[in-house]
Each structure stands twice: as C-alpha cells, then as structure tokens.
C-alpha cells in the first residue's frame, strides 16, 4: 500500500514567469528577437516603448508604455506620459517580485535605479544585460552608478568574455553573478525586409559599376574612429577607384567635424556622408551594397552592427582589439587590423576590396557563423537556463 507522500502527484509547477524590461528605445531588436525565441516557453510580459518592434502575434503580453524619444507631443505631456510609465513600472515589478525581472536598457538611469533600488527588497531575480559594461562616453558618475547597480543586482549577463573580464577586473562583480551568452544574429530582421542582390543594391544607391564601395555605419561617436576609415582612403592605390560611405546618425557638431577632416585631406569627393535616420531596409540595402565593411573603433565590448554585417554575409575588416576578436575570426570571417596605422588599414581594404575571390569566401564564412554559432534557438536555450538556474 503506497504511503500519501510515495503517489505520484499530478500537479504541474506554474510556469516561469518572467518581465522583460527594455524602455530605451522602439529599435529594439536584440529584446525583439529575445522576445520571440522565448515565447510559449515562459509567462512573458514586456515592458517597453511606444511603437516597439516587438511582434504583437506573440503569446506575449506587451506593456507599450514608454513615449518614443523623438516623439511628439509637449514636455509637459511627455513628463506625464513619462510618469505614468514609471507607475506601471512598479505595478509590473511588484506583481513580477517572485518571478524574474530581466532589465535590458535603462530609459533615464538615475529614476530607474532608485525605482529598483526601492523595491530591491521584494524582487527574487533581478537580471540586467550590460550590452555596454559602462557608457563608452561616460564619465566618473556614470561609473560610480554602476558600480552600485552591479552590487545591487543578482545576476549580470553580458555578450562576450571581454565584457565579462571588465565587470571582474575594474567593477568587482564576482565570478558568479556573470553569464556570458554571445548577441544573436538578425535573421528574423532579414526575414521581414525583401531580398534584394548586391547589383540590385549598388543600382539603388548610384554607385557605379566597378567602383569599390567601402561602408562603415551606426551611430557616429568619435570611439569608433570614423576618422581612421576617412584617414585609410588616402592610403588606397591609386588604380583602386573607392567610394568611402558613412551612413548613420550623430551630432551635427560631430557631422561638421567629419565633412572638414574629408575636406582638410583633399578627398570630399570620395566619401558619401549620410547623417539622417534611415529605415532597416534603407540600411541592409547599403550593407549589401558594400564591398567591404569597417569597424575602425577605438575600444568596444561587442557590437550589434558588426553582427548584422555577418548575418548579411559582407566581408569585414575591424580594429584588432578584444571586443572584436571573439566575433571576428581573423582571416576566416574578416581581416582584423592595425586600424591607428591609416597605411596598414589602407593596405587592408585594398587587399579585400580588390580580389573578389577574397570577399565571397570571408562573406559566405561570415555568414555560415552567424548563421550556426550566433542563432537565436541556441542563445534562448541558454537564456532559458539562466532564467531557471535563477528561480
């Protein structure tokens, strides 16, 4: 005769529950393709922007509370929407306290932090993913801050070993509290836009056949060394006909500075500066475009727009440092170089933006690794276990 406690019980454990927070920015698609690998596997809730990219066909439950930032609308209405968010904020987290709280981006740092900070006593799992360890433009409060957050919370995920050395190395964030899971690709993102052929792309954009199209793009920020990429076109031969692009947005005052340093080396008419916001479909089409891609930054943890270049299959020259050395194989997915050096960076993109046999094996490698290693299944299984390992 069995004993109570020995019957099998048929009782099912309730499902993981789980809040995604990410309230930076509509543009999110690292949470958009976290968002989609986990659903139907956990109880999802997402707290995010005005008019998020987030697929609203999902088992999900969206919370679009944040005001886009460049929306409209007076300070005065934004401020109230912005309050009203920050109370549905808290209604989330305290309804989520059992469960796990996963903080993607910060909107304003210093109210969201004294938010959780309130309610850290109440909060079982509080994960954050540091996509930037600190700003790469910070200053001393904003190290200051972090430091604090990273004691505060219970577990830190980041996107590659540098990243994780960095939190134990210069924050002091012990061993176990750091999860590294590599930043997925954008394969989904590709899904939604029509294919479109290099030639398709280059007629698109006007660039003539047979002249090389070099592209770097993203946020222009002085780290990552827009200048070196202007600098190397001096360095090209002179057989090389080359077209240098720039597309993304920043500064008008950083803008000014590009155009004069172009000017001050004499080759205004070789480089294509596009300073305005511009669509994932206008981007893939200068990506495909390009006959090689460049990452001349100064210093970097990860970056998402060299694993867009990948899943895109573009060949890839970037700055040999850290950051870049876990994504880039060199020699196999894309050339890693002296990017300080404009002569050893000229020399570089000449060498790939000149042999066609070169390109297509580094695109089609790129593309094979974001494709295997950089898949999303495999990055929510991981993401999965770290839920769980946490609850």
């Not at 909060?123 to 004691?151: D, Q, S």
């Amino acid at each position: 005769m069995e004993a109570p406690g020995d019957r099998p019980s048929n009782r099912r454990s309730p499902p993981l529950k789980v809040l995604i927070v990410d309230t930076f920015s509509s543009h999110n698609d690292f949470t958009s393709e976290l968002v989609d690998t986990l659903a139907g596997k956990v109880k999802l809730s997402v707290f995010t922007v005005v008019g998020s990219r987030i697929n609203r066909g999902l088992p999900v439950r969206i919370l679009p509370m944040f005001p886009a930032h460049y929306g409209g609308g007076s300070t005065i209405r934004r401020t109230y929407q912005a309050l009203r968010s920050y109370v549905a904020l808290v209604r989330e987290l305290v309804a989520h306290r059992r469960g796990v709280v996963h903080v993607q981006f910060f909107r304003y740092m210093l109210v969201e932090g004294a938010v959780y900070l309130l309610l850290r006593p109440f909060l079982k799992n509080l994960i954050f993913t540091a996509h930037n360890v600190v700003p790469h433009e910070g200053t001393a409060w904003h190290r200051a801050f972090f430091r604090v957050w990273y004691a505060m919370v219970d577990h830190v995920h980041v996107l590659s070993q540098n990243a994780a050395q960095t939190l134990r190395t210069a924050l002091n964030v012990p061993e176990r509290k750091i999860t590294v899971i590599p930043h997925g690709n954008y394969a989904r993102l590709l899904r939604d836009l029509p294919p479109t052929t290099t030639g398709g792309a280059r007629r698109s954009l006007g660039i003539p056949e047979g002249q090389a199209f070099v592209l770097f793009f993203g946020f222009l920020r002085a780290y990552k060394g827009v200048d070196r990429a202007i600098a190397a076109m001096c360095h090209l031969p002179r057989s090389l006909n080359a077209l240098l692009g720039i597309v993304g947005m920043g500064s008008d005052e950083f803008v000014r500075h590009i155009e004069q340093t172009a000017a001050k080396l004499g080759i205004t008419g070789r480089v294509m500066i596009n300073p305005d916001h511009v669509s994932n479909r206008d981007l893939c089409t200068y990506i495909r475009a390009a006959d090689v891609v460049v990452f001349p930054y100064l210093h970097i943890y990860q970056s998402g727009a060299l694993v867009l270049a990948l899943t895109l299959g573009k060949a890839i020259i970037a700055s040999d440092i850290e950051g870049f050395r876990e994504y880039v194989r060199a020699g196999e997915t894309g050339l890693l170089c002296d990017t300080s050096d404009p002569s050893a960076f000229g020399e570089a993109i000449a060498r790939v933006a000149g042999d066609v046999a070169l390109r297509c094996r580094l695109g089609e490698n790129a593309r094979r690794y974001a494709e295997d290693i950089l898949n999303w299944e495999s990055i929510g299984q991981k993401m999965l276990a770290l839920y769980q390992n946490r609850y």
